[in-house]
């Protein structure tokens, strides 16, 4: 279930049979010469939605601008600041909180992300508990990346193995290919791409991975490769969700 | 263009043709019983599209949760603060502005995210003055309603008059009707509808407009009402965008 | 009655017949070659003192200094960025509901206030709830601007024509004629002033409208049509503060 | 000279022989039974004027609202977070010292700002800086307690003695009763007042000061007092905004 | 070197041979019913003048308060809010990066401050790029935590396997033994410790982990573990700053 | 007893006997050719433990960075900006709060933190009020700085009379030539140091006092001065902390 594609109505009885939410949240920014600059918006959101679909979940729309401040030296990234993030995600939780969510399950799309939304999340219970909200200590909050679900992450090293690389990685090129394959690009790729893993500031980012890429080969990308990758991360991200869900 | 779709390669030559960029601005709020949640962020978004590809222009994500805190007390309704939101905003702003945007020209859904959109202007050229960032001060952003077009709000006050009412009107539900047909929503809607503006607190608001409409009769809009509209707006705001990019 | 003025033990006694307050907010900026700094300000306390005895309501210390960073480029201007004014308001909201008031009524110099003040009240209102403050739902915020009075605005259409223009018009100028007539500035003013609506940053308004006017005739100004205007203004608001203060 | 009374073309002229503006700033606060709640701004933005009569400089608006958080359980006080009146001192030390002004010397009315105004100036030394805004470094900014002046204290202490206490003095009363004599207030006082120092919170503050005054008998009040008063902290502080303006 | 204990002239001197500084960031939160409530500042700190010692550099004064809000149910937690620490992380950037530091190697103590540390280094990062400070391009921050060193993490696995848990770990226990061996309590451990790894809100932390430990057993720590621990992490981390400082 | 060697079990029970907590704060600046950074940091923590072993109080980790940005010129100084630091003593504030204490007692090192300080407590104050914690009406809080303590103050005059000066002082070095005798530095001291005490922005801090003294000469310091000066201080703090704790 789409929340957008809901009325109020829908959503008050939603809240009588379950308190959970799911809330993809994805970047926009530079994927190198061949990746889409949605890349990590797009893979979070058809995940969660399939996983939506899959346990009967409402789906928030995407936050699709997050973190992604190393990228700014690209054009067409956009980002955040890590402060206006934390705050965007708590203005999240207060309105859902105050309508009676407990449960929400953000998956997401961007590494660059996790650390921001991690400390947003601990901001969020504290403030909660200010408000006194009723039922605000039962909040909890979880972050499930689609890339390391164990089933990607291995059939990405077996595809690709050192050439997954950390950015703009053939599997998550894939994933886009497999959603939007009219939008499959072509363009060179030196075979020697700048690896290692240090992110310092945006202009040192450019200076040091000039293309784009971080140690990927996203020419090793195939639609079909997409689709399985979506449809393994939809089956363990939803049996996560109804963990999540269920445990105490 | 929608940006997601794009490399970075590809903004990079854009760039060289035009510094405009078009982005849809929505809300995530009730809209009454039959109304759908996500209406103010798929009305914008459809339009900004329309316009994007009628003028050649890059499109970027829908910042689909706006301004609505006074919808907060009904469940479904998300919203960022008002501080929040211009943050957002003014981070926008910088990362597309580094890289050599200086027109944006924002498609709006939602009322009332016109005043902290404005605020956030503000707020944004003084940050980039401060910045010295080249050639920010040639930096223009411009505000347009959807709704307050001329074309469109003619032919909604011939359609439905004063049933038009101020929130969860039959002229955005038609649009909606149109782009999601599978979504159309049937609910009994009381003939007598509370009416007037005032606007003040989430739970004011609700105790004054109990089923979430403000005057207006969503029972009139038709899926072929909002193809036309749909239609006008784009057409409307094209030439709007196109001037906004060219005049000095 | 002016707040300073007052004691505390008579706001006290006040506060058990009316929850209401008038609050003045104007600007400081530069208002062409003839029109003083202090306009925007200086009307709106004017009116509101007028307004104040006329309805036997509390008047607040004006704020004088709002937004108006797009007129940071002429000496003399002070503007507060639009997020240090919603806070600025909020901490107002904040200390007059603690102490029981409810009802809060703006009374406007300067639309580039408009934006930001909106957004203010949204602001408000949520952090109010937040705090638990008895009453604190009762509290209503409207913003009233002296210029857009109908009678105000009729007025000035019929003497001025276009020459009213959008800044520095002769209008306001008229009311600080009459307001302070020791004040009345001469300066040679071109015939052919900058006109249109378009407003941007601080840098691209100085260089739009060089001499600091917006389409507008000041030399029209006279004090005995400022004595009229303000006639009309402190009339007409007071109307409209009594049906705020006594309208559920 | 009065900035609200000048145009921008004046400030411009006045710029070529003086970087100096004077800022009175205040507080709208409870002063006892009997003292008015604008007491600290009314005596502020007085002795503000007398001085830039005496010494020819700028008087900018009275920043009328400061940090008066402890009075806040009295109703009729308003008072700024000291993270807002931070952020509101900056933004006019922005604006102002783009247009070239560097010497900003405020004239205070009120004790409880002089630790915020002081951690303003320490936060806008460092923000100049950031900007790189020319002359920036030569921003310099300087906090005068009217009431610390030595005639005044002297002359506060030799007529009252123990009896000036530390709020609502008779010292402050008397300058209002000079400068507003049509608003001097007639209560009971009761002859034992609390007195000592301590101040914590807002309902701390009301439980140990329960009519407001902190030690002092405004029932000694004077006008007459108050024009000698008035005429020394103007003769003082005109005296110490020359040194200010000129030594190095 | 410890910076405390420099003069300025001193790092003055400092800064021709090296960029680098070494800071230790902990935090002062509950530890279970017998470790020591600063154990995580307390090993962070020694470890890091172990480091300065070894390498011949700098270390800052301790960060020993940080992001602990889900042990604040606890008496004794003091903790920032992820929000300030990273405006606290910054300032120190700001404050080194001005004086010529540009490479930044925090060792950390705490796991629950990665998240807010890593997200100030992106803020950091970009807010230097905005001060245009020269050299803030060379900026660099890295996060080293002792307690994932991997011959700690190893030797750790060896001696208390399962029942090192995740907080109130017998590892950090010892080296706080071995640090301040007058300091070593006891108290009765139940045997049945709460486990799993789940951090919510800090009321639920309390309800999911009464006594303060998640499935630790620190009852197995002995001084002389603390000093084997303490010399790996020192030796692991010297050539980890190393690195940090010579690599591009 | 120093909270970072106690547990939370310790903690909970010393609540039940005393609500006071001693927390020092000092700074990290330059302090003279001869001065050590961390001087101030020093001195308050040294006191500060001195005082919690006189009155059996619990003595928090010191917050060694404090506001001393107009240091920041010289290297090896590390501020916090002041609405930085007014978060971080609010986040102190409500986690101790939050436990039950409801007496703060702050030991002072550094002039430059007094402003700041006492902004934090009123910010504080209006916070905790907001939040509703039990008991958060009782709270009281107290800035001590050592360097004014009567006994202190008129031994430092009578034994460096105006060589005291005002920072870098011969009475603080003394003081940290006692705690720390390895550490006492030699350096050429020039006679005619830079007095007075304007303190503007960084870059002129540097101009005026271009060795950092200001009017001090702290070649009189002495160990044994250091001695006596930390003797006094300890004993008229721990006086005065114990007619904070139990004054009404």
Chains 1, 2, 3, 4, 5, 6 share one sequence.
């Not at 729309?61 to 030296?73: D, F």
């Not at 956009?78 to 399950?105: E, M, W």
């Not at 090293?157 to 290919?177: C, F, I, M, N, R």
Request: contains cysteine.
């Amino acid at each position: 279930m789409l929340l957008y594609l809901m009325t109020w109505i829908e959503v008050e009885e939603y809240l009588k049979r379950s308190p959970g939410i799911i809330l993809p949240i994805g970047s926009t920014e530079q994927h190198g010469p061949t990746g889409l600059i949605g890349t990590d918006a797009i893979c979070a959101e058809a995940i969660a939605r399939g996983v939506g679909e899959a346990t009967n979940a409402i789906v928030s729309p995407t936050i699709s601008v997050g973190m992604a401040l190393h990228h700014t030296g690209f054009p067409g990234t956009i980002s955040l600041k890590p402060s206006t993030l934390i705050h965007v995600i708590q203005d999240y939780l207060v309105s859902l909180t105050r309508a009676g969510f407990t449960r929400f399950f953000f998956i997401n799309g961007h590494g660059g992300n996790v650390a921001t939304v991690k400390a947003a999340f601990s901001e969020s219970y504290a403030y909660l508990w200010d408000l006194n909200i009723p039922n605000s200590d039962q909040v909890r909050c979880r972050l499930a990346n689609w890339f390391t679900c164990k089933s990607v992450y291995q059939l990405a090293k077996q595809w690709y193995g050192d050439q997954e690389g950390s950015h703009a990685t053939p599997s998550e090129v894939a994933l886009t290919q497999y959603l939007y394959p009219e939008a499959i690009k072509n363009a060179p790729l030196a075979p020697n791409v700048a690896s290692g893993h240090p992110i310092y500031g945006a202009t040192d980012f450019r200076r040091r991975y000039p293309d784009g890429r971080m140690g990927s080969n996203p020419a090793l990308a195939k639609p079909e490769h997409g689709q399985q990758l979506y449809e393994m991360a939809v089956k363990e991200m939803s049996q996560a969700y109804l963990e999540f869900l269920h445990t105490e």
